[in-house]
């Protein structure tokens, strides 16, 4: 069911893909030469980096690279198809860099319960996320439950209960406005006295400004590890792809109050700013987990770089 198939996963990028390789081979067709030296060529790459929500820091490494792997190789002309090459050389670099794990290796090779925090402001699909998460781990053959510890947003928690039992999976929860750590205690409890698999723990939609949400997001953190020494073992930060460079500024502020393990980006499907996805690697290391690629609960795929970078320049 959650096979990786390629012309989907084209499709699914078909907004984000097009955007990029259209305005790269709008480049190439200006002339059959491309003398390396002239500044504008470089000039029109950096442009279309910058375009695709890569972000400043990685487009600048690209360049620089890509400049100085064209004087190392002291050639003054350059067909299309080697530039082109070098610049997915480039980016595919990135991602070859970032150590990734799968989540289920990461659970199968732990201690039970395997405890996963997921995070991310308002909007960005975390609750629906969740339920993806659920489902698609639930057919892999694992027990799990979940907890609702986001208890400050109205209907929240009906939310997630609508989700867990579209996924079949236990939920604990509490009324509006208690405690989230409360919460999240009887939860691990929960899991503990029933040898479950995997713990999902729900928490605040909270944005980067809500300082005291943030710190309540610390203190959940605090009170598992008290019950499960080797909690939390993942913190997945849910990230909306529609929101570019945005992204960045959250990626930042969480990493102040929690350590990140992994991301999942939601709404590739219909974007143009799925470039973001590079430049969040390249800057913070963190591996991508899953992408989102729609609203039913089958839609989470998980993140394969190199198809993505195939895909990315097709």
Known sequence: MFSFKKKTFDNELKKTRESFFSKVKNIFLKKKKIEIDEISIIDDIEGILLSSDIGVVTT??????????IKNNNIKYKNEKNLYNLLKEEIQN????????????KIKNSKKPYVIL???????????????????LKNKGFDLIIGASDTFRAAAIDQLEIWAKKAKVPLIKQHMYADPASVAYDTLQSAKSKNRDVVLIDTAGRLQNRIGLMEELSKISRVTKKIISESSHEIILVLDANTGQNAFEQVKKFLTFVKVSSIILTKIEGTAKGGVVIGIMDQFKIP????????KIQDLKKFNGKKFIDSFFE
């Open 118 to 136: 997921m995070v991310g402001v308002n909007g960005v699909g975390k609750t629906t996320t969740i339920g993806k998460i659920a489902y698609l």
């Open 288 to 295: 991508i987990q899953y992408i989102g690629t729609g609203e």
């Open 60 to 69: 600048i490494k690209i360049i620089n690279n890509l400049e100085n792997k």
């Open 94 to 105: 990135i991602f070859i860099d970032v150590k990734s794990e799968c989540l289920e290796n």
